[in-house]
């Protein structure tokens, strides 16, 4: 590409190594791809020792610094969890592979012969919180699908990080491909995510995952393409017509299953015609479950002393807590017209036995994933059957909902002919 | 969406009315959108006088500010001109409709059915210079695929426009659409592009077609998701095992058919092995053709004084006209070298006899087009057989090469159950 070159830079001289073997990765066949990943496999289980070794020293300064221990136990490393990691790159290795699929073909008028096939993106940067199984899982997502990988995790697992990446770039360079495929940004300052986004030319594309402070930053500062992921405010709509065991079943579900995650529902709306049925059950259900209910005039009612009052502020919460807002709405256009206002685009679910509502819901509302008598919860890589997950897109463009591997290339076309002139 | 709304300005006012206007169309189904799209066909050969009277204060504008004649007749529209984009909308109307295309449906194991349907992207924004056109073409094809649109055109061709988009908004609403689906930008101003290209959360995506300087001010300034579209540094490779004959033909083809546009080759690059006999015979074609070769040392020996010396600039250069660059290389990979170094990645084409020659330059190139034995000018959605085209994407992400409508459009899954719970 013939983009002015930015200056040198630690960050952006490993961008450039990322593009040269991004160039080498993309025409090899599935077989050396997968060869990667199982040297990567077999070595985490090797050099499990090393692993937990450095991760013990991110460990002792976060605990040092006073994290809470939910955070701690999802920074710490054990030889069992390094063994499940393992275990998911070689379930990686089984899926199928994305790159040459013919996507679109045909014979021309003229007797041109057109095909658009997938092609890997080429480098990919992943900017992530904590979890340092992350590292293993996008990398080997990355290398599954013909890409580099730019790798840039949390300072506070900076160590443990930088062991994985040595592990994997020793076994992607023993199987055969440049160790430069898989490459942690250097640097734990912020600056060093600055210069990732402003490195258009050399990264193809960069996917924040973690909280929406950071998505919002990349989003906001980048200048290489972003692929938005993650932020959950997702809706359940108990419509007039739903069936009331079930609707107390999908909501209790989709907030309380595993509240901290983005596919959690934020929200329930609840059509007036079945409120004065619905409320008292559902405040049992939820309360059981432990969710503190933030609803307005007509939930405070039913529960008296039982729900805290909504504001606007908490239609716009994604709390990831034990804790839900809740509304009456005259009717689902109505529903609909809340969902559009205050969601982030995720998941929403009706409730209902009726078809045309169902139909109705599904037209009207726009975001990743409809969910008619289903759980928020289902919306995620691995129960859509894709195998895998490299984040939740919300945005509209390139991928939306669960990505997998299809979502990690692009395409080319191929025009072949026989002299073919215009 | 929840994003931070900012303050009002006429152009946010405008990108507002365009996404309520989105959420009308969206669940439209086809037969309001072609009948939308029949009105506006009708409605420009009815009101054509208003629009040459409108455009003529255009045209004599652009030509006391002296502007060059064919960009004159660029801006200029006649009533069979007119009758012609009326044609064209009418063509739309015929083409499948992308939205609520089935890209992917399945039974999940737990009986949950999945289903991925092709939706609009909702508020697109496009940014074109000169030809008044691309306003009708621009706005049929987002309103076939259910979007609103932004027009955002040369402040050289405001009263053309203005007048086009008053016909097409009248028309819109004749057929019973939201008028807003159609909106002019307000403005002349360079500001009005600022303000469009930070409206995230009102404007889904923004398009920029035109020159190269204003789609990398776009590219780098947007906050909104960009397509970037259009830059060709196109190459033809003549391989070893060329038929002289063919390459000759591409060759010439590619570079003069039609030098203006993005899809014309730029540079030519030939196999040592095959240049003694093919400089003398391209050269001779070529400058018949008119083309003026700047060429390295290689080729200025192969044409003394007809060739003229080429530098990294020459590399570099979209020319646009009839100029190629030219050069011989030791074998294919330096080829594909000289192509990753300088190529915008529209399109590169090599002429060859040979299999596995054809085969590895197919993979090793990376660009939205491989052409082999053929000219790079097939890269067009016309000739594509999308029957449409809104640019050609040069980027990754989304799309990449001649954009249809199924690049007009996002996906959403739709989950349906009986109660399904995780």
Known sequence: MTSSAPQSTPVLETAR?????????????????????????????????????????????????????????????????????????????????????????????????LRQVRVPLGVIGIIYEARPNVTVDAAALCLKSGNAVLLRGSASAYASNSALVDVLRDAVQSAGLPADAVQLVPGRSRESVGELMRARGLVDVLIPRGGASLIRTVVEESTVPVIETGTGNCHVYVDE??????????????????????????????????????????????????????????????????????????????????????????DLEAAVAHIRRWTSGHTEAIVTTSQAAARRFTQLVDSTTVAVNASTRFTDGGQFGFGAEIGISTQKLHARGPMGLPELTSTKYIVTGDGHTR
């Open 241 to 330: 017509a739903a069936d009331l065991d079930m609707a107390v079943d999908i909501l209790v579900n989709s907030k309380a299953q595993r509240p901290s995650v983005c596919n959690a529902a934020e929200t329930v709306l609840v059509h007036a015609g079945i409120a004065e049925k619905f409320l008292p059950r559902a405040l049992e259900a939820l309360t059981q479950a432990g969710v503190i209910v933030h609803g307005d005039a007509a939930w405070q009612q039913a529960g008296p002393g039982l729900v805290a009052p909504a504001t606007d502020e908490d239609w716009a919460t994604e709390y990831l807590s034990y804790d839900i807002a809740a509304a009456v709405v005259p």
């Open 17 to 113: 190594r990322a593009r040269e073997a991004a160039a080498v990765l993309a025409p090899l066949p599935r077989t050396a791809r997968d060869a990667a990943l199982l040297a990567i496999a077999d070595a985490l289980v090797e050099r499990t020792g090393a692993i937990v070794a450095a991760n013990a020293e991110d460990v002792a300064a976060a605990r040092e610094a006073g994290t809470a221990e939910s955070v701690v136990d999802r920074l710490t490393l054990t030889p069992e969890r390094i063994a499940a990691i393992a275990a998911d790159v070689r379930q990686v290795v089984a899926l199928p592979d994305p790159v040459g699929e013919v996507v679109r073909g045909s014979t021309l008028p003229n007797g041109l012969d």
